[in-house]
Structures are given as C-alpha cells and as structure tokens.
C-alpha cells in the first residue's frame, strides 16, 4: 500500500525556518521522482518544488526559488523540504506528490505568522 506521511508543520514567525519531511513507503522510492505541493485557503493548490530520482536536479516555484531547498534521502526513503526566510504568503497546507503512483499525503499545515 502506497503511503506518504508529511510532518514539521507549525508556526513560525515572518523570516523563521521550518524544515518538512515526507516518509514514503509501498512503492520503489529511489526510482521516483517527488514534488512538493502547496494549498492555502481559497486558492488552488500549486506546485512547489520537484526532485528527480536521484536528487540530481531540482526545480522550484519563482515563488520560493532561494529560500525553499528541495532533498531526498532514497536509503530512508525520505523527502524534505527545507523553508527558510518563511513569509505569510508561505501560509498553506504542503503536501508531498509521487507522480510515479499518483498518490498524495495528508497534508502538513504550515502557518507563518506574528
């Protein structure tokens, strides 16, 4: 069974850094490639931040290019999201993505604010 667990959410203050982890599991990890989603309220959800396979290459949002860091570790079948110079706009719910098995988390909630 396919599952991916997103935890670290929480709030954190304008300029702060929060780092997002996703557990995968039920699937061949080390030959996907993940993303990173966001929703905040109201709005649709947006991509965030893509990973291949390997780790090699990464892409990111305009929105979050240099304060956003996209990793993998395929040995603890692990993906992260490192946010630092976090702003309101940040506010949303994240959500990891395995395109390989179309299949999403539940969701960590992620709150920047003073």
């Known amino acids: 069974q396919v599952q991916l667990v997103e935890s670290g959410g929480g709030l954190v203050q304008p300029g702060g850094s929060l780092r997002l982890s996703c557990a995968a599991s039920?699937?061949?990890?080390?030959?996907?490639?993940m993303r990173w989603y966001r929703q905040a309220p109201g709005k649709e959800r947006e991509l965030v931040a893509i990973i291949t396979s390997s780790g090699d290459s990464t892409y990111y949002a305009d929105s979050v290019k240099g304060r956003f860091t996209i990793s993998r570790d395929n040995a603890k079948r692990m993906v992260y999201l490192q946010m630092n110079s976090l702003k309101p706009e940040d506010t949303a719910v994240y959500y990891c993505y395995a395109p390989t098995v179309g299949s999403w988390g539940q969701g960590t909630q992620v709150t920047v604010s003073s």
């Open positions: 039920g699937f061949i990890f080390s030959s996907a490639g």
